[in-house]
């Protein structure tokens, strides 16, 4: 069963930035599903991700703005072992 995240990348001001990557990762943001399954943030800052059956370990989203060099990672889901 697929899950869809929704994400919001704004700033300081709360204006959208357009163009950053999103995917999920593992911690050290390794991708752990193929490119064609991260997503890049619209004008307004949004993005979705569709995410299917998980591997049982750890599991970050990612956001990566290409255009300030900045990284965010968030645990998205933890491991079940």
Do not use: C, H
Not at 12 to 23: E, Q, R, S, T
Not at 24 to 46: F, N, Q
Not at 58 to 64: D, E, G, N, R, T
């Amino acid at each position: 069963m697929a899950k869809e995240i929704d994400i919001l990348y704004t700033d300081n001001l709360d204006n959208g930035i357009f163009g950053a990557k999103v995917y999920v990762g593992t911690k050290d943001g390794t991708r752990l599903y193929e490119k064609s399954e991260s997503a890049i943030t619209s004008y307004d800052g949004t993005a979705k991700l569709n995410v299917r059956s998980m591997p049982l370990f750890s599991q970050y989203v990612w956001l990566k703005d290409p255009n300030s060099d900045f990284e965010a990672k968030q645990l998205y889901r933890s491991s079940k072992r």
